[in-house]
């Protein structure tokens, strides 16, 4: 399943890109991490194709500071350009297994984080166990936000 | 209406008319397609018409001839013809006319080639009713034309140059060694502008103020030149030939007895920033600019003097002058100028890199522009040209270029500076020629050098070991302790991020418009480019005029550019005021809007959206008029007016109305009315002829020197007349020959857009195009786009809609 990333992004954003590298230059991401700057994101996009770089796994370094888009001086939303590319991403298996792993918790649970410990913990505190969570609500909301294509609930 | 048009008409018929058409063949070019014979004969029968033949080519010189004998034998008195564009052969024909006695302005041609027979190549049948439709508008515009007047303004042999950097220099040294009068105004204490303050040029090396000094001086001593420092232009009346400029000549405070011999500098307690080094150093309140100053006189900068009140408080550089040059007593004055030329070289300003907080300039000592860079390392500069970095005096050892900053990039100016590459490759090889173990750096988007000379220098500067990196640091780190700087960024041809240490940070800023160069714009009426440079002509052909007739540019303030570009589009300018003032006079085109003193109520609308300040009068008293040698003939006045009080000579009101009429006299339903401008959208017609763009043939196209000549009440009657369409078209909103003239073409179709919608009228069948002289396939897919949609029209749509415009009885139809 491919999600066609141009009805959320203009393509044509990206054709004033004139690799100027003021976006790497100013990305922290990858002063800590090997992650893909800006600006080969967007060459990447422009000469490989967009689904070339929902492959790569470096896509979810980003921090989504959004310095980049804050000092290009071509004013082309590069932080909408990685949120759709990592929409696409997550829609072809390309998503880190721990975020993977908590949206389905989420889904099933209807919480981020594993309760059942918790309820010792609060037992021993001498307080009440959680509430139940309200799962159909929350796999409802995800379900409208697409999630239910990125994992299975 | 129908009443009057017949009386109209028959006044027309009345006087004796005899128009001689000739449907010229054009070899195949006309002839392939329109069947000209059927077409020469279609004419002979219309009203008013005397002879009418075809020809193989009417340009040629006997077909020059059979007109000039046509007008001397049969009393032939209007001539139309059928050929190709006016903006081609209408100067021909005109010239024949004269040579044979008739008024060049009796002239009328029919478009029948690129409007015609090139764009409806397949189609002889309908191109052949297009040409008959089209002579007989030229046939009904030609009876209504009248003899015209060129007028003849003299013009005065004296020019003004606004600005005294190196294009002004140049030009008022060319004006002055052609022998005319030039008065030279200059803003700041001395003449030199930009150039004095640069240590080398490109791509030769020279020293700047080397090569400068010497203009500088000879402008001193010209006797033609008026040299007006520390002067301002405050206002400018007039028009070409007669201007009378208002010119605000500050007081200096000291004569010009002065020898700069420099005693009062010691004596002075009042200390500044010292503007011509970018603030480096420091000066005193009383000061010369620089040390190849001219005038080589000393002034006083009031704003920092102690007496500054009024009141002599402190007087030590009076008592230390032994040629008692010091008068605190100067005034400002008001100089009021007469000249015939004025050439506008005021030049730029340099960007300021505040802005861009992560590179942090001025926050980090070591980060400086490339014009504090020039002062740095030029020997009268505040280090005496000895390469130092401002937090400790120390020479730096790694020393940085940035590219394109303040340039190519939206957030500050969208263009590319022209001069910054090069400017950098002069300063590292600057540097590599003093202290060769310094490692330069440069970090760049694109090199471009592109001017003689340029990509010697780069090669020279690779060669030379300074190190080219491809990709703009995303940010500067300080280091507090030694303040030395840390670059990030990107290496792209590499593909891999860097961090480099470096001693000092050159930033290499563009250039940008002057912050008041709007006020010269105002008093001048001159347009500017989306960027905020003055504006030319016609960027090729005419690219020192500026649309108001008499004034030239110079220099940066048109574009960056350059010394060397600089130099070349002043002597343009100057030899473009010289050809005015050498004539002495100046012809003005026949084409100007009048004024009927009788029907002018005073409103003074007309006056308001005036391109040219051509229109004077005062609101409410009596009547306006219109200056005819201001005058650029646009039009835009004539629609405003409401009591019809107003009309274009040569583009009458009567004349169109009559073409309008005669286009739709047949079929009105499937036809379009399109309105073209001369200089960009009948241009963009003749384009789309030229190209042999194919197009409906149902279009007729009315010319006009400006779209915003065209009135609403043409539309409202193409629409009255059945017309299935109507087109208006100019050029783009900054490219206006009139001064933008055509921002009153949009907002009276807007208006219209309303009036139709408010009527319940399609208002799709009214366009507003912007077609530049290039855009052949915009105007034909215009055409196509409104053929479409006239196609989905029924008749009884159309005639609806008619009922629906009329305008009520009584009520004047509206004209803005």
Redesign the interface.
């Known amino acids: 399943m491919t999600l066609k990333i141009w009805k959320y992004f203009n393509r044509e954003d990206l054709y004033e890109c004139y690799q100027c590298a003021r976006c790497t230059g100013s990305c922290p991401a990858l002063q800590v991490a090997p992650a893909i700057g800006p600006r080969e994101t967007i060459l990447k996009c422009l000469n490989l194709g967009h689904e070339e770089v929902a492959k790569d796994p470096r896509l979810w370094l980003c921090c989504t500071c959004n310095v980049c888009e804050d000092r290009c001086p071509q004013m082309i939303p590069i932080s909408e350009l990685l949120v759709a590319l990592r929409n696409s991403a997550a829609r072809h298996g390309n998503i880190p297994s721990r975020l993977s792993m908590a949206i389905e918790l989420l889904a099933k649970t209807g919480r981020s984080m594993i309760a059942h410990q918790l309820d010792e913990m609060r037992a021993h505190h001498g307080l009440q166990p959680l509430p139940s969570a309200a799962v159909d609500e929350v796999q409802a909301i995800l379900r409208k936000a697409g999630l239910d294509d990125v994992v299975e609930f | 209406m129908k009443e009057k048009t017949e009386q109209s008409d028959a006044n027309v018929y009345q006087s004796d008319l005899r128009i001689g058409v000739y449907v010229c063949h054009c070899g195949k070019n006309i002839g392939g397609t329109v069947r000209c014979r059927e077409v020469a004969d279609f004419a002979g029968s219309l009203p008013g018409v005397f002879l009418a033949k075809d020809s193989m080519y009417t340009c040629s010189e006997p077909g020059q001839e059979q007109i000039k004998a046509d007008i001397k034998e049969h009393k032939i008195n209007r001539v139309v013809v059928a050929s190709c564009t006016p903006r081609l052969h209408e100067p021909t024909f005109r010239a024949a006319c004269e040579a044979a006695g008739l008024n060049p302005y009796l002239l009328e041609m029919a478009n029948i080639r690129e409007h015609c027979s090139w764009v409806h190549l397949h189609d002889k049948d309908a191109a052949t009713e297009k040409a008959k439709d089209l002579v007989g508008m030229a046939v009904e515009r030609a009876a209504r034309l009248a003899p015209q007047m060129e007028l003849t303004v003299p013009v005065a042999r004296k020019a003004m140059v606004i600005g005294g950097g190196v294009a002004g220099i140049q030009a008022a040294l060319d004006m002055a060694d052609a022998g005319y009068k030039v008065y030279l105004v200059e803003r700041s204490g001395s003449i030199g502008g930009r150039m004095a303050q640069i240590d080398k040029t490109f791509p030769t090396m020279d020293c700047s103020i080397c090569i400068l000094a010497p203009k500088m001086s000879e402008v001193g001593r010209h006797p033609n030149i008026d040299l007006l420092t520390l002067s301002e232009v405050k206002e400018v009346q007039g028009h070409i030939g007669n201007f009378n400029v208002k010119v605000l000549k500050k007081a200096r405070y000291v004569k010009k007895e002065c020898t700069a011999c420099g005693d009062c500098i010691q004596a002075c307690p009042q200390l500044a920033p010292d503007e011509f080094n970018a603030g480096l150093s420091i000066r005193r309140a009383i000061h010369i600019p620089f040390a190849q100053a001219v005038p080589s006189t000393f002034l006083i900068d009031m704003s920092q003097c102690l007496n500054n009140q009024g009141i002599v408080a402190c007087d030590r550089c009076f008592q230390a002058c032994a040629h008692k040059c010091i008068d605190f007593a100067d005034n400002d004055r008001l100089l009021e100028i007469d000249v015939g030329t004025i050439v506008v070289a005021t030049g730029v300003d340099v960007y300021d890199p505040t802005a861009l907080t992560?590179l942090g300039y001025g926050r980090f000592p070591n980060v400086i522009t490339t014009l504090e860079f020039e002062r740095l390392i030029n020997a009268g500069g505040p280090s005496s040209g000895e390469l130092v970095r401002p937090s400790d005096r120390r020479r730096p050892q790694r020393v940085a270029f940035l590219q394109?900053i303040g340039s190519?990039?939206?957030?500050?100016n969208p263009y590319c500076s022209n001069v910054c590459c090069m400017n950098t490759i002069k300063d590292a090889l600057l540097i590599k020629e003093h202290w060769p173990d310094t490692e330069i750096f440069v970090f760049y988007?694109?090199i471009r050098a592109f001017g003689k000379g340029f990509e010697d220098l780069f090669q020279r500067a690779r060669r030379e070991g300074v190190t080219f990196i491809?990709?703009?640091?995303?940010?500067i780190i300080e280091d507090l302790k030694t303040d030395d700087l840390t670059l990030?960024?990107?290496?792209?041809l590499m593909?891999s991020?860097y961090r480099y240490t470096m001693d000092m940070v050159v930033l290499s800023v563009g250039i940008k418009p002057r912050a008041d160069a709007p006020a010269l714009q105002r008093l001048l009426n001159l347009a500017t480019d989306t960027d905020g440079f003055y504006m030319e002509a016609h960027p090729k052909l005419r690219p020192v005029d500026t649309t108001t007739g008499g004034v030239f540019l110079a220099g940066a303030a048109e574009g960056p550019k350059d010394i060397k570009d600089s130099v070349t589009q002043a002597s343009a300018a100057a030899s473009r005021a010289n050809i005015l003032m050498s004539k002495g006079e100046v012809k003005i085109p026949a084409i100007t809007s009048r004024i009927d003193p009788q029907k002018c109520t005073g409103c003074g609308l007309c006056a308001d959206v005036c391109p040219y300040h051509a229109i004077e009068g005062s609101k409410g008293h009596g009547s306006y008029r219109v200056i005819e040698a201001a005058c650029q003939g646009c039009g835009a006045c004539v629609p405003e007016c409401r009591f019809a009080a107003i009309d274009q000579t040569h583009f009458t009101e009567d004349q169109i109305v009559s073409q309008i009429d005669l286009a739709l006299s047949k079929d009105p339903h499937n036809k379009i009315i399109a309105f073209a401008c001369n200089w960009c959208s009948y241009a963009g017609a003749d384009f789309a002829g030229v190209s042999r763009m194919q197009y409906p043939p149902n279009v007729r196209i009315i010319r006009t020197m400006c779209s915003a000549r065209v009135s609403p009440q043409w539309i409202e009657r193409c629409f009255l007349k059945g017309a299935g369409g109507v087109l208006v078209s100019g050029c783009h909103p900054a490219d206006c020959h009139y001064n933008n003239a055509n921002q009153h073409t949009a907002r009276r179709v807007e208006r219209f857009w309303k009036r139709m919608e408010k009527a319940g009228v399609n208002s799709d069948r009214l366009r507003l195009a912007w077609v530049s002289a290039a855009e052949g396939a915009q105007f034909a897919r215009v055409i196509v786009e409104m053929e479409q949609g006239l196609r989905k029209l029924t008749p009884q749509e159309i005639e609806e809609a008619a009922r629906k415009l009329v305008p009520a009885a009584g009520k004047k139809s509206d004209a803005s």
């Open positions: 992560e394109c190519r990039s939206k957030r500050s988007i694109d491809r990709g703009i640091p995303g940010e990030l960024g990107e290496n792209t593909g991020p």
